[in-house]
Nanobody, 123 residues
Framework: VQLQASGGGLVQTGGSLRLSCVGS????????VGWFRQAPGKEREFVAS????????YYTDSVKGRFTISRDNAKDTVFLQMNSLKAEDTAVYYC?????????????????WGQGTQVTVSS
């Protein structure tokens, strides 16, 4: 599977953005999908994950109640709706796909990665 992430941009503190991750290839709906982010000088960290068919979701504590991960199976797209953005959310955001289809926090569980989209939150 190949992934294409988009939707990043510059937004003020408290604003919103919606990231999209389009999957191409067979049976994208069967993949678990995760969003990760990497700020300058920091390691890539887990943000959110959604299981195959959208049956379950999981979030890192710092984004709970602000971010929502969802998927449109008919369009082979996974979304990350980000509300109440903070300066510390500034990073390059990556989507990733896991063929086993579950929820995974570890980067090593994902075998395909998108190219990343920059999110900048100005204070």
């Amino acid at each position: 599977v190949q992934l294409q992430a988009s939707g990043g941009g510059l937004v003020q503190t408290g604003g919103s953005l919606r990231l999209s991750c389009v999957g191409s290839g067979r049976s994208f709906v069967r993949y678990g999908v995760g969003w990760f982010r990497q700020a300058p000088g920091k390691e890539r960290e887990f943000v959110a994950s959604i299981a195959r068919y959208g049956t379950a979701t999981y979030y890192t504590d710092s984004v709970k109640g602000r971010f929502t991960i969802s998927r449109d199976n008919a369009k082979d797209t996974v979304f990350l709706q980000m509300n109440s953005l903070k300066a510390e959310d500034t990073a390059v955001y990556y989507c990733a796909a896991a063929g086993r289809g579950g929820i995974y926090v570890s980067r090593q569980s994902y075998e395909a990665w998108g190219q990343g989209t920059q999110v900048t939150v100005s204070s």
